[in-house]
Each structure stands twice: as structure tokens, then as C-alpha cells.
């Protein structure tokens, strides 16, 4: 094909992509396509009479990352596993690898990025049983095939999907027709021989995955791992899951001897909580956990034109929204001030239901007052705010409140329930909630203020 640099379809620039076109059928073979008749027809058969093959997980044995995944790796699957660089994809495939061959599976990890004495490096921070999972150097798709074929690993990791490339298409590797072809092609042969793959995928700045959406389409399973480089804490959630639920998220933590399991999120987050100025702690939902999760603000004077909201781990839209509606509902006015608002921990939230910590934590930090629970814990809350003002129910409100009562912070500041929730103060409407919130934490005990 000649080069091209501009779509005759769209008008755009470089958006053409090269991509292999099948043989065209023999044109001599008598028509045979325009009626159809050059293909057999294939035999739909009932559901019922397919042989479901054995789904016998293979469990990493990282429980967090198990559960993410539903359950353990599908064989025959292909998961794609999305993250920035440094926050520890190798690290986790890593180890889900040696764990896996330690309970005698087959495993090989290609690596593209990295040569096998820095594979190596990484294993032997991760102990004995790393230093097992055999390694490949490679970046061209058909010696990773031939390799897969050859060696039939139950479990095998593609470190990254962006370096692999096939040698007879032109495009450079990480290019979206060449990322496309090689995950075609190990999604074929994960499916013939049983093979569970985890791709790694790069992300972008702005936290999509580098190279085609397309590879999302492919794959059976989005895994993205998140966290900032310079925070300990890692968050691993399922965007997409064949065989399992979306909502499931893990969190690790990086240590010196790779990514250790933080089956107690809410334990770490609220021990790190000090109850000072700005600072909630969030009744959170992750998945089908409660977590507890600290939202801090802080505001101060402007001296822009138009104030600065700045946000971590929470949506910027969402925070807009919330000062509005302080402004127009509880009179909380912040039209001249920057306000910034952080989930700590580098977790991000993105439910309703974390809209009245926001609310609590910027009107702490706006009035100068700390938020208090009883003796002198973090106040805990959850609750969607509408935008007239209400306090909305959000799902699972009675495991929230558990959670929080387990860790001594009561009462639970957050929307009326239908039934009664031991250790939740009720509250209609945003103000009455910042009314429960602020005044002393002795009477504020059970109010349903009416
Ligand atoms: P890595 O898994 O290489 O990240 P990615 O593949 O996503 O780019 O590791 C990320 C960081 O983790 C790296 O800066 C080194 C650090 N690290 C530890 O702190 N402890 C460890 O045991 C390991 C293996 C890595
Ligand atoms: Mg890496």
C-alpha cells in the first residue's frame, strides 16, 4: 500500500493504521459468494448440549488479587493489566507467577522492557520461589508463540504488550495495528492450549491505556492498578470482568520484599486519620467491601480571579457540584476561596455516597472547625447529596455503619434509613447533617432531628 498520511474518509491526519487483510476469495470458483454457497453451513447446537470445559481457576494465591479477578486466573483467558510505570505491575505478575509455579504450574513471564538479569534482580527481592518462573526475553510475537506452543505454561505474562510485535508488519511496536495483531494472536493461542495470559499494558498520563481501545474489546478481564509512585498504598480494580464483578478492588502496599496484601484497608486508614481540621473519615462501599477511607480539604483565599479547586482521588465535577450545593443549601459560602480536596492514601472514590464527606471535610476546613466523633475519634459519614439539598440513601448503608461501630467511630453521621441502623445519626438534608456533625458529639447520640 502506498503511504497514506491522510484519511480519504475522515479528512483526519495519521489516523490510518495498517492492519492485515485476509486472503480474498477465488473470484474463479463460479460466484460462489455472492449466494452464499462457497461456505458449509456451520450446526448451531443448544446451550445445554455444550460441553462446559472445567473452570478450574488457577489461584495466585495473592488473595486480593484473586478476588479482583473473580476468583483466580480463567485458563484459556487473557487479562490485560493496566497501570503507570513504577507502581508495580511487574512486581505483581511477578509474584502471582512465582506463587503459581510454587504450587506446580507451568508459568513463563516474557519480558520485552527488561533483560533477564533484571528480571532477575526484581526476583530475588521477591524470594526463593520467584527466582523459579522461567523468563523470556523477547519481543517478537512469533518466537513468544512458538515458545508458548512449546513450552504450554498454564500461566504465562506478556511484560508489555506494547513491546511485542510481529516482524512482518511495518508498524512499530506499540503501534495500535501492531499491538492489535499480537493480542489477536495470544488470545488465539491462550484459547487452543489453555493458557491463562496476563497482558501488561502501559498507561498514558492522562490514565487511559496507551495503544487501542481495542485491546479492551480482546481481552476477557481490565485490570488497572493505580496509586501514586510516591504513596506506598496500590489499588487494583477490575474495569472489566468476564467472570467476575467490576466493583472488586484490592489494595497493597509496596514494601521492600514487593507487594504485600492490605486485607484491612479501613484498619490503616483510620489509624493514619487524626481527626484535625478538614478531615472525615468516609463510610465507602469497594466492591462488596466497607472501606473506611480519610477525605481531607483544605481551604484558603483566593487570590485568583476564578478560585482553584484541585482534587485527588475524588471527581473535580462531582466536588463542584457539592460546593454548590453547600453554597445554595447550608450556607456555606466558597466562591472566593481555593479549595482542595484529597482522598488519602491514593485511594480514589468514585460513589455518591462519598459526597457528604466532601461536603463535611470542606465545611471543617471553611469554618475552621474540626469534625470530632466521640471521644475524640474522626467523625465518620456517607450519604449522596441531591441537588436540593436532600441527603440521599445510598446502597449497603447498614454495612457501612458496621464498619465504622467496629472501629469505635460513632455515631455514623449519614442519610435516614428505613429501618433503624444501630450507630446511624440520620439526617433529611445536608444541613441537618452538618448540624449533627458540628455540634457535641454527647447529644448529637441519636437525633433524627425532625
Ligand atoms: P515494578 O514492578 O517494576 O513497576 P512496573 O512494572 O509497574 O513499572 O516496580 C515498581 C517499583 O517498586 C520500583 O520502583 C521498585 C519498587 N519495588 C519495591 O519497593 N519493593 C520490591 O520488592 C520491588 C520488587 C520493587
Ligand atoms: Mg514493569
Known sequence: MAWTGRCPGCGEWNTLVESVV?????????????????????????LGEVVATGTARHRTRIAEFDRVLGGGLVPGSMVLLGGSPGIGKST??????????????????VSGEESPSQVRLRAERLGPEALEVRVLAESSLETILATIESERPAACVIDSIQTVHRSDLSGAPGSVGQVREAANAL???AKRLDVAVILVGHVTKEGSLAGPRVLEHLVDCVLQFEGERERTYRTLRAVKNRFGATSEVGVFEMRSGGLTEVSDPSARFVEE???????????????????????????????????RRVVNGIDRNRLSMILAVLARHAGVGLGTTDVFVNAVGGVRIDEP???????????????GQPLSGRDGRPLACFGELGLTGDLRYVAHAD???????????????????GGAIAGLSGSGTVREALRAAFSDSSTTAVTEAA
Open 187 to 189: 488470545a488465539e493461542t
Open 353 to 367: 455516597g462519598a459526597d457528604l464527606a466532601i461536603a463535611l471535610a470542606v465545611a471543617s476546613a471553611g469554618r
Open 399 to 417: 454495612r457501612r455503619v458496621r464498619e465504622a461501630v467496629k472501629f469505635g467511630l460513632e455515631p455514623v453521621i449519614g442519610p435516614r434509613a
Open 22 to 46: 485476509p486472503k480474498a476469495p477465488d473470484s474463479a470458483s463460479g460466484g460462489g459468494r455472492r449466494t452464499g454457497g462457497a461456505a458449509a453451513p456451520g450446526r448451531p447446537v443448544a
Open 273 to 307: 486519620a487524626n481527626g484535625a481540621l478538614g478531615s472525615v473519615i468516609l463510610a465507602s462501599m469497594e466492591g462488596t467491601r466497607p472501606v473506611l477511607v480519610e477525605v481531607q480539604a483544605l481551604v484558603s483565599p483566593s487570590e485568583l480571579d476564578i478560585p
Open 92 to 109: 505483581l505478575t511477578g509474584m502471582a507467577l512465582a506463587n503459581l509455579g510454587a504450587g506446580g504450574a507451568g508459568t513463563l513471564y
